[in-house]
């Protein structure tokens, strides 16, 4: 079974310039998850989706991050102009959901390691 | 709000011995997971091992067992017979059951294992 892919692996931008991710979940998973993850932290939840609709983008700076999920399959993580702080490994996990096809369990991509200078 | 605690930022253990990683967390909930994530240097996170709330039972998945004390709020990771591919962060992770599903993780705890 194919796993949850990412691209690009690895970024590096100026601030102030824009840049995007992509994400192809696990086939037949419903829910998608897109992850920040600072170095020395743990992931913080930036945006969660069920299907093409949007369930939680509370953490989510909205000024300058956006993120669709057009078909509910895959989904694009865009930020728009980038800040230094931005700088972290940005994961995409998916999920079939909770009490669907058997326990609930993340699967999580390799991350897209992004640096702005 | 959840949070999570792991009040170890590093550990070492030497191969074949045995290595405990703390984790705390703080909720109202009565329903809910708890997850203990690998993350090797490659960056791919990976389930260790889950726990329901509703379980007394501690999960155990080979030579990875949990001690879940649901007064306490604590869950710690018992790591048997350590490997060096054991060597990683390790984050502890809640989830609401029957909420929207996020994991909230606390910062990890990275274990090194000297051969």
């Known amino acids: 079974e194919a796993g949850v892919a990412q691209s690009p692996r690895y970024k590096i931008i100026e601030k102030r310039q824009s840049v995007a991710f992509w994400c192809n979940p696990i086939?037949?998973?419903?829910?998608l998850y897109w992850y920040q993850q600072i170095l020395g932290q743990g992931p913080k939840l930036l945006i969660q989706?069920?299907?093409?609709?949007?369930?939680?983008d509370s953490q989510l700076p909205k000024d300058r991050f956006s993120a669709e999920r057009l078909k509910g399959v895959d989904s694009t993580l865009k930020i728009q102009p980038a800040k230094l702080e931005d700088s972290a490994v940005y994961l995409c996990?998916?999920?079939f959901g909770q009490g669907l096809a058997g326990e609930f369990e993340q699967f999580f991509g390799p991350g897209t390691r992004l640096t702005v200078l | 709000a959840q949070t999570v605690t792991q009040s170890q930022p590093e550990m070492s253990v030497q191969e074949a011995e045995t290595v405990t990683l703390s984790c705390t967390y703080d909720?109202?909930?009565?329903?809910?997971?708890l997850f203990w994530y690998k993350q090797p240097p490659s960056r791919q996170m990976i389930l260790v091992i889950r726990?329901?709330?509703?379980?007394?039972q501690n999960a155990t998945e080979n030579r990875f067992s949990v001690n879940f004390q649901k007064a306490a709020k604590s869950f710690s990771l018992k790591i048997s017979d350590s490997q060096l591919g054991d060597a990683a962060m390790y984050f502890c992770?809640?989830?609401?059951?029957?909420?929207?599903?996020?994991?909230?993780f606390g910062k990890g705890t990275k274990l090194t294992v000297n051969p």
């Open positions: 909720t109202s909930e009565s329903d809910y997971y």
């Open positions: 996990a998916s999920s």
């Open positions: 989706f069920q299907n093409n609709g949007v369930v939680d």
């Open positions: 992770a809640y989830c609401d059951q029957g909420g929207s599903e996020k994991l909230v």
């Open positions: 086939s037949g998973h419903a829910t």
């Open positions: 726990q329901e709330a509703y379980k007394q």
